[in-house]
C-alpha cells in the first residue's frame, strides 16, 4: 500500500484545513487508517477510523475540532480540521494497517498554524 498526503499549508488561527490522504496499491486489503503529527519531537496519534467508517477515535486534544472520514470508493481518507491553534503545528503524516499488509506511512504534509 502506498499513501500520499495532500492539503497542508500556512493558516491563521482559528482557521481551517482539510487534509487528504489517497491510497494505491493493495488497498482492499486495508482495515483501518489514521493520522498522526510530529512536531520537533515525538510522533503522536490524532486520529483513526476503521475501514466501514463506523467507528473512529481521536486525541483529546483535537476532539471537537478535526473530523476523520473516508471515501472508500476513492480510496482517500481526509481530516477536517477546524479552529486550528498554533499548537496544532506539525508533520501530519497517514497511515493504513491490515491483515496480510506491512503498516504503510505516506510522506508527510506540513501545517503551520499562526498566531
Known amino acids: 500500500v502506498q499513501l500520499v498526503e495532500s492539503g497542508g499549508g500556512l493558516v491563521q488561527a482559528g482557521g481551517s484545513l482539510r487534509l487528504t490522504c489517497a491510497a494505491s496499491g493493495s488497498t482492499s486489503s486495508i482495515n483501518g487508517m489514521g493520522w498522526y503529527r510530529q512536531a520537533p519531537g515525538q510522533r503522536k496519534f490524532v486520529a483513526s477510523i476503521t475501514s466501514d467508517g463506523g467507528w473512529t477515535d481521536y486525541a483529546d486534544s483535537v476532539k471537537g475540532r478535526f473530523t476523520i472520514s473516508r471515501d472508500n470508493a476513492k480510496d482517500t481518507m481526509y481530516l477536517q480540521m477546524d479552529s486550528l491553534k498554533p499548537d496544532d503545528t506539525a508533520v501530519y503524516y497517514c497511515?493504513?494497517?491490515?491483515?496480510?499488509?506491512?503498516?504503510?506511512w505516506g510522506q508527510g504534509t506540513q501545517v503551520t498554524v499562526s498566531s
Open positions: 497511515t493504513a494497517w491490515g491483515l496480510g499488509i506491512s503498516t504503510a
